[in-house]
T-cell receptor
Framework: KNQVEQSPQSLIILEGKNCTLQCNYTVSPFSNLRWYKQDTGRGPVSLTIMTFSENTKSNGRYTATLDADTKQSSLHITASQLSDSASYICVVSAVTGGFKTIFGAGTRLFVKA | GAGVSQSPSNKVTEKGKDVELRCDPISGHTALYWYRQRLGQGLEFLIYFQGNSAPDKSGLPSDRFSAERTGESVSTLTIQRTQQEDSAVYLC??????????????FGEGSRLTVL
């Protein structure tokens, strides 16, 4: 069964600190993995995309890693800012005659001053 | 428009009434998705349209839910005889043709439905 599991469910950190969010998946055939950021009351927006051959990708203070062997991904946020408070959603796409996307439940991050 | 547009942004209705939610995808995007997101929860897949192919309706929770899309244009999600449990944000997303895309979904801002 195709599944995407994220941890932790929620996280509170102080402004300026780093944090790492985890994503484990059982999706095949694997096409790519994306991390989305969803601000409160808004639609999700893609942060990074990673394909099978990519191990790490950065987008500003966000760095995603992918281990295709263990089917794990992480999203590391450096020097957190108040505006990083949001839900971070791991989404894995499978190629099945089109793209099938499986969403994780998300990690709710709260950054406090 | 530049992005996915959804309307209404907010809808309050009485239990038992029908509601219709609209989604205008990005021009040229052949695939369109509807998701439901209850307060504090993740996204639940509802339905997927890809070009002129038969839609994937596997996520619709009951026969009170239906959706239509004409070609590669506007889609409407209809909920009949609304129940309080239908209260949620309904998100629409579109994506380019599957042969050339990387699977990125472009989301609208959602329609927040409150059933009293």
């Amino acid at each position: 069964k195709n599944q995407v599991e994220q941890s932790p469910q929620s996280l509170i950190i102080l402004e300026g600190k780093n944090c790492t969010l985890q994503c484990n998946y059982t999706v095949s055939p694997f096409s790519n993995l994306r991390w989305y950021k969803q601000d409160t009351g808004r639609g999700p927006v893609s942060l990074t995309i990673m394909t099978f051959s990519e191990n790490t990708k950065s987008n500003g203070r966000y760095t995603a890693t992918l281990d295709a062997d263990t089917k794990q991904s992480s999203l590391h946020i450096t020097a957190s800012q108040l505006s990083d408070s949001a839900s971070y959603i791991c989404v894995v796409s499978a190629v099945t005659g089109g793209f099938k996307t499986i969403f994780g439940a998300g990690t709710r991050l709260f950054v406090k001053a | 428009g530049a992005g996915v547009s959804q309307s209404p942004s907010n809808k309050v209705t009485e239990k038992g009434k029908d509601v219709e939610l609209r989604c205008d995808p990005i021009s040229g995007h052949t695939a369109l998705y509807w998701y439901r997101q209850r307060l504090g929860q993740g996204l639940e897949f509802l339905i997927y349209f890809q070009g002129n192919s038969a839609p994937d309706k596997s996520g619709l929770p009951s026969d009170r839910f239906s959706a239509e899309r004409t070609g590669e244009s506007v889609s409407t999600l209809t909920i009949q005889r609304t129940q309080q449990e239908d209260s949620a944000v309904y998100l629409c997303a579109s994506t380019p043709a599957s042969g050339s895309n990387t699977g990125e979904l472009f989301f609208g801002e959602g329609s927040r439905l409150t059933v009293l």
